[in-house]
């Protein structure tokens, strides 16, 4: 994947470390976390959680919390030791939940306003990527919810960050403006070489755009690590209820089958699995969710079936949750993946099924959900 | 209607102490009113009345307190003559002074109100894309305050073009020097047999009152349709 063109001033990714105590009305915020220096963390909790105060913390725009905060080998906190970097010298662009565009400035002015000269060769890059080529003379006031999002990101991005925090950037944007939404910020942070900190509270989001995932609960990180391990845990099943269970398994686009308007996504070579016809082109990387509820299991593979998806599984693990006595929470283990998936008690037992079994795992192809 | 030259000069008196006086309470006027605008500081309701006192107090009063600072044996003015020779009564400086201080709290009222009306959170955004707080206030703060310190200047124009009791207190009446419109309105008024007089001054008055009230209207609605301007 084509990288842009990496800024000579900070040739390496700059990893954040924080470990912070804030005070924020009923609770503290009491946050200690490592975060990658690549990809997209996706900071998820419920609303009151504390992620939006964390973001606060890290652009510098709170100054009443203790503790540290570092960005690769720099001090943007540190109480003990007096440091307080102002949030226009942290080098953290931010895209706040409105867009927040100067309103007497054009976009174009938008865009440059905290670009560096460094920058100025990105410019083309960023608003192609973005999309917003055509709206450069345009007043802030005369564009939709959703381009005013994509300015205000590529501003973001023009100012030349170490990181790039979002902070639930998709709000009040309707479903096909969320989505295209979700397209373009999926695409921009699989190029731009920097970490980014993706806040939301929406699971389909997080699961579309994070490789890294932070469970945020009352104030405290309840959870941090990779978002398919995460996804895996069953102690998390309720706090990630709102993900309803799912997998994510990543793999390349092999063949269309126009006629049928179905896909074929090549998981290693030895799986393969059928889903709905996407317009990406062959060889080019897809992530699909699947929902545990979605896949059957059978103890032989069936003849004659309806399942397009026909896997050679082992069962790995199970558990019953307390919350869910009449349900099994199963981990399939197919090749070198792990997919989730739920029964009922009943097919559990009549089925006979134990840990360590053989089963074929069926999986419809309707229920793909690419991202 | 043809001016005498008497007239002229007590019209350009006024413009051009009415011109001085906005032009230096601008600088200060600007700092207070964002200093009010965007921090909340112990005392700020008495540095608020110390700012309105001008406006409610008898303008004598505060002619006769700008004597005692500034004249020539006055705490300051003592200081500004012997070192640098500068000496306000009497002089069209001094009327500017003294009208500049009647005309300050209207200018920062109204650039406080708009200055209050500029979100706070475009101003974090500009700190995020590395902007100082001098560059944010030159770039994003003031610019969307326009409109208010344009109505604010005038104000303070307007009402600097017609302060009469400070003025004459602080720097007398004296042709050619600091008898600005009002100053020569009121002496005609003393004078018998200059009603007709005294009433065409009097409407030159009125009509450069209104002409920068029109003025700042105009320049309000379209700094306002600039900042909202929509396509179609």
């Not at chain 1, 802030?140 to 902070?167: N, Y």
């Not at chain 1, 030895?270 to 059957?296: K, M």
């Not at chain 2, 109505?151 to 302060?163: K, Q």
């Not at chain 2, 409407?203 to 396509?231: F, G, K, P």
Request: glycine content about 8%; hydrophobic content about 45%; charged content about 20%.
């Amino acid at each position: 994947m084509a990288n842009l063109p990496s800024n000579p001033a900070h040739p390496t990714q700059a990893s954040l470390m924080l470990s912070v105590k804030q005070q924020l009305g009923e609770f503290q915020l009491a946050a200690t976390l490592d975060l990658p220096g690549r990809g997209v963390t996706g900071l998820f909790g419920a609303s009151g959680s504390g992620k939006t105060s964390l973001l606060r913390l890290i652009a510098g725009l709170d100054k009443s919390a203790e503790g540290s905060i570092h960005l690769g080998d720099r001090a943007l906190l540190d109480t003990r030791r007096g440091v307080f970097i102002p949030p226009h010298r942290r080098r953290i662009g931010v895209v706040f939940q409105e867009a927040r565009l100067f309103p007497h400035y054009r976009v174009r002015g938008n865009l440059t306003y905290g670009m560096p000269r460094h920058a100025e060769s990105r410019f083309d890059e960023i608003i192609e990527l973005l999309g917003i080529e055509a709206l450069l003379e345009r007043m802030p006031g005369t564009l939709s919810g959703g381009e005013a999002r994509r300015v205000a990101i590529g501003r973001a991005l023009l100012s030349d960050p170490q990181l790039l925090l979002m902070d639930e950037p998709l709000t009040g944007l309707d479903g096909a403006r969320k989505e295209e939404l979700l397209r373009y910020i999926t695409r921009l942070t699989q190029q731009v070489d920097i970490p980014v900190v993706y806040v939301s509270h929406d699971p389909e989001e997080i699961s579309a755009i994070a490789d890294h995932l932070v469970l945020m609960n009352k104030g405290q990180v309840q959870a941090s690590g990779s978002l398919g391990t995460l996804l895996q845990r069953f102690d998390l099943t309720h706090q990630l209820g709102g993900f309803d269970a799912a997998s994510l398994l990543e793999g390349e686009v092999v063949a269309h089958e126009e006629a049928y308007g179905l896909t074929h996504l090549a998981l290693d070579c030895d799986h393969q699995l059928v889903l709905p016809g996407t317009s990406a082109p062959l060889g080019r990387r897809l992530r699909v969710r699947i929902l545990a509820r979605d896949i059957a299991l059978a103890l032989t593979p069936p003849a004659h079936t309806s399942y397009r998806n026909q896997l050679n599984a082992t069962i790995s693990d199970f558990t019953i949750l307390p919350e869910a006595p009449y349900t099994v929470e199963l981990r399939l283990s197919i090749g070198t993946f792990t997919l989730r998936a739920r029964l009922t008690r009943k097919s559990w037992d009549e089925m006979g099924l134990k840990q360590g079994m053989q089963v074929t795992a069926l999986i419809r192809s309707v229920s793909f959900n690419a991202l | 209607m043809t001016l005498s030259p008497a007239e002229w000069e007590a019209i350009r008196l006024s413009l051009l102490i009415g011109l001085a006086a906005v032009a230096w309470i601008l600088p200060p006027g600007i700092a207070v009113a964002w200093w009010l605008a965007r921090h909340e500081f112990r005392g700020k309701a008495i540095v608020d009345g110390l700012i309105h006192l001008p406006l409610v107090l008898p303008p004598v009063v505060v002619g006769y307190l700008l004597l005692v600072a500034l004249g020539r044996q006055g705490v300051i003015g003592q200081w500004l003559y012997s070192t640098l020779g500068i000496s306000l009564p009497f002089t069209w400086q001094g009327a500017a002074v003294a009208s500049g201080v009647m005309a300050f709290p209207l200018l920062v009222r109204a650039l406080r109100l708009s200055l209050e009306a500029v979100d706070p959170k475009l101003e974090a955004a500009a700190s995020t894309l590395g902007a100082s707080r001098w560059r944010i206030f030159t770039t994003i703060t003031l610019p969307l305050a326009v409109p208010g310190l344009l109505t604010g200047t005038v104000l303070a124009f307007a009402r600097a073009l017609s302060e009469f009791g400070a003025t004459i207190t602080f720097a007398s009446n004296i042709p050619g020097e600091t008898r600005t419109l009002p100053l020569a309105l009121y002496t005609l008024i003393q004078t018998p047999g200059q009603e007709a007089t005294a009433a065409r001054l009097c409407i030159i008055a009125i009509v450069i009152a209104l002409l920068s009230l029109i003025a700042s209207e105009w320049l309000a609605r379209r700094t306002r349709q600039r900042l909202q301007e929509r396509d179609g």
